[in-house]
């Protein structure tokens, strides 16, 4: 609180400062350029009366003037009196004007000097006008209060929403997660405000997923630990050399799982915290595809389950290609151990997307189930036993990629019957 206050001040401070310096300097650069007009035009307005003045001093001496002037002071409303030429202390400037028999000018053209002879100056002076000087007083003083008003009120509304900012920061980091900064549709800081409500939407997703991380990983390891543990027991009482070699041999495919359970869990963070998007490169399509399909034929065979790529590839497609090829596998494995007998395989650009489709005749996945199936650990079936595979990683890790790549992943019904997913990412172009 006490910061953002100082920092109303400071800004208010500045804005009110600078404000009356430019008023000042645009005051300053209309006086160079407007006196020499002003200046001109009330010279012809007292050219007049300093010629009358000046024809009738001029010929009498000192003391004849001092007494002609008191004469004539009661019927002016000027002021006139003698000034002797080395009390004027005239600058060059104006000793160049009167030698050329025209007035001088002073205090903003209320004070005018005219030679009467090369020692004595005549001076007319307009009294000061008490209403002008309370208008002047009470025009400075509004035009204070008003810039004082609107940068007041500017400065303010800057305070106010980063007041809003401040105190969602605050409960933010005291762990409220969820807080949003609301601000004025029309405020200047709306773009800071959408972009720190992101940030803070991301942190409480991140925060979720390391929840959901956490517990799923404790529920992932506690199964696998626990055969281990049932086969050691068992293992002790095992007496046959070909009995022990089999707990052995489960043992060791518990060890591989836990094994491959760690490397899915390790993809899957260094997605999660990559803190720079991928290097997308340009690839040829079909090339890309046959790579990413070749590990997978001997396991689609030994399913029966034909792979088929449904509709010819374009030339070139943008995208990392290590992470996007693990992405596809991992589609790839999820619709064999759901297949009946056909996997379909699209990639093609439309309205601007790139779009990798894998469709399935298997079971296919109820709407209700969508929602959640690309969060980590989630499973259609939460008792499903190792020969379905897998550790609900998988489609975390595709829905990781898709927004590396500044896209998306989603699923829907396929046209063969099963389930189609579909990771989409923008064109190169």
């Known amino acids: 609180m006490k910061t953002a206050l100082l920092l109303f001040l400071r800004r208010f401070l500045l804005l009110f400062g600078g404000a009356f310096v430019g008023v000042f300097l645009v005051q300053l650069v209309a006086d160079q350029w407007l006196a020499p007009i002003e200046d001109a035009h009330v ?47 005239l600058t060059p400037e104006e000793s160049a004007l009167l030698a050329a028999r025209q007035p001088v000018l002073r205090d903003d053209a209320t004070r005018f000097l005219t030679q009467l002879d090369a020692d004595t100056l005549l001076q007319v002076s307009a009294p000061p006008h008490p209403a002008e000087l309370v208008w002047a007083a009470l025009s400075n003083l509004m035009f204070l209060l008003i810039m004082a008003g609107l940068v007041g009120g500017w400065v303010w509304r800057y305070w106010r929403d980063l007041q809003t900012l401040t105190g969602t920061a605050e409960r933010i980091g005291a762990g409220e997660l969820s807080a949003r900064a609301h601000v004025r549709p029309r405020s200047d800081l709306r773009p800071l405000a959408t972009d720190f409500n992101a940030m803070a939407e991301r942190l409480e997703r991140l925060a979720g ?9 404790a529920h992932e390891l506690r199964t696998p630990i626990a055969r281990i543990g049932f086969a050691l027991d068992l293992l002790a009482e095992e007496s046959g050399l070909e009995a022990q070699n089999a707990r052995a041999e489960s043992m060791r495919e518990d060890l591989r799982e836990l094994d491959a359970l760690i490397r899915e869990m390790l993809s899957y963070a260094q997605l999660q915290q990559a803190s720079r998007p991928p290097r997308l490169e340009v690839v040829a399509a079909a090339a890309w595809l046959d790579s990413v399909l070749g590990p997978l034929m001997l396991e689609a065979q030994a399913r029966h389950v034909r792979i088929e790529i449904a509709a010819p590839p374009p030339a070139t497609v943008s995208l990392e290609p290590r992470l996007m090829a ?64 897998g550790f609900g990683l998988g ?28 990771i989409s990412w923008p064109d190169a172009n």
Do not use: C, K, W
């Not at 307005?45 to 009498?60: C, I, K, N, T």
């Not at 997923?209 to 990983?217: A, K, T, Y």
């Open 209 to 217: 997923l390391q929840r959901q991380l956490i517990n799923g990983v």
């Open 326 to 389: 693990r992405a596809a596998h991992n589609l790839l494995r999820n619709a064999l151990r759901h297949a009946r007998q056909r996997i379909e395989l699209r990639l093609h650009h439309a309205d601007g997307q790139t779009m990798l489709i894998v469709d399935d005749d298997g079971p296919g996945i109820p709407p209700t189930d969508r929602a959640t199936l690309f969060e980590p650990f989630s499973r259609l079936d939460a008792s499903r036993s190792r020969d379905t595979g």
């Open 43 to 89: 010279r012809e307005l007292v050219r007049g009366q300093l010629y009358h003045l000046h024809g009738e001093l001029a010929p009498m001496d000192g003391h004849a003037r001092v007494a002609h002037l008191a004469r004539l002071q009661p019927h002016y409303g000027l002021e006139l009196s003698l000034l002797a030429t080395g009390n004027a202390a």
């Open 395 to 422: 489609l975390a890790i595709v829905d990781q990629v898709a927004r590396a790549h500044h896209g998306g992943a989603s699923v829907e019904d396929a046209p063969i019957g099963g389930a189609r997913f579909t």
